[in-house]
């Protein structure tokens, strides 16, 4: 039995147990329908055993060894993953996400910082490319190595080729994935991690359809089960958890995977440069404007948001849910300002 078919279930038991609301008491209103989901780990429906099955089907569709599913956004992941992978000398990127340091900190594990190089015309750093890597390790020999792919400007580091070396130098490859959940589902965005990497974390409220802030961690090293109970509360969102559970069964699904294609040749037949390696990621440059005033332009003007913003560049994040209508304004949009 699915997550998501036992939460339409009806209970028929009267529940003296958390939480406390019962699927009946709603002091927010408009979220009543979630509130009637919200169930704890009760032995009339045991959710846990669901979940376990949900966990496996999922490490089926990925081809990996553990696949686990996180409410606690990529972060969480990550700290486990570097938890899980027992390293204790780690090269981290000097600008990487918080989480990364962190991670490291809280596992007692030695952080060793590795810089990239900065795009000048950019603004951006680009993903650590192969030689890079091996250069790293022979001058720190750690036993581990986080790597941001793609970064958040949508650069992808070749992950295949990062993998043979991490693994004729016994070192454990991390993976923080989070902007690259569609990946695995589409021949024509950059190639996934998921078979390659020890540990590696997608976040699917990013470009997948999910809601913030579920996630997933992927494991062709040790389970992570243990360092995930270590960091995460006893007490699950179970509705989270099934919109995990039908994400995932989304995307794999032929109608999910067409949604996905729709999506790229949506964002194909606006004829934007691509100044990247993942065609979701719309990266803009403008000569004659800072990134922050393209950023201005677009927002004051034609009431469109970017997601981030530097000093050359300016990235607008597409994902399963961009509609064909949203990018065609983005096209007005550009074509204007480019007059």
């Not at 009806?10 to 979220?31: A, M, Q």
């Amino acid at each position: 039995m699915s997550l998501i078919s036992i939460l339409k279930k009806k209970n028929t038991k009267t529940l003296f147990t958390t939480p406390s609301h019962s699927g009946k008491f709603f002091i927010f209103h408009k979220f009543y329908q979630w509130y009637r989901a919200d169930i704890s780990e009760i032995d009339a429906l045991e959710p846990e055993k669901a979940l376990t099955l949900a966990e496996r089907k999922a490490t089926k569709i990925y081809g990996t060894k553990h696949t686990k599913f996180l409410t606690n956004g990529s972060t969480s992941g990550v700290i486990a993953s570097v938890l899980s992978s027992g390293c204790k000398r780690i090269l981290v990127w000097e600008n990487s996400h918080p989480c990364h340091k962190n991670a490291c900190k809280l596992a007692g594990a030695e952080i060793v910082e590795y810089s990239l190089p900065k795009d000048s015309e950019l603004g951006v750093y680009k993903a650590i490319n192969a030689s890079e890597v091996e250069k790293l390790i022979k001058e720190n020999t750690p036993d581990g190595i986080i790597i941001t792919s793609p970064t958040y400007e949508g650069f992808v580091a070749d992950i295949k080729a990062i993998s043979r070396i991490c693994k004729d130098s016994n070192v454990k490859l991390i993976v923080d994935e989070a902007h690259g959940a569609l990946y695995p589902f589409s021949e024509e965005l950059p190639e996934s991690a998921v078979k390659y990497a020890d540990y590696t974390v997608q976040s699917l409220h990013k470009t997948a359809g999910g809601i913030n802030p579920t996630a997933l961690i992927h494991s062709n090293d040790n389970d992570p089960a243990e360092a995930l109970r270590m960091i995460n509360t006893t007490s699950p969102s179970y509705p989270m958890l099934a919109t995990i559970e039908a994400n995932i069964s989304f995307l794999a699904s032929s109608k999910g995977k067409k949604k996905n294609q729709e999506l790229i040749e949506n964002i194909k037949a606006l004829n934007l440069p691509k100044l990247n390696d993942d065609i979701t990621k719309i990266l803009l440059k403008k000569e004659g404007l800072t990134g922050y005033q393209l950023s201005e332009k677009l927002f004051d003007e034609f009431d469109i948001e970017d997601e981030h913003t530097n000093e050359k560049s300016t990235m607008l994040l597409c994902g399963i849910g961009t509609s064909k209508q949203k990018l065609e304004k983005l096209k007005r949009a550009w074509l204007k300002i480019n007059k």
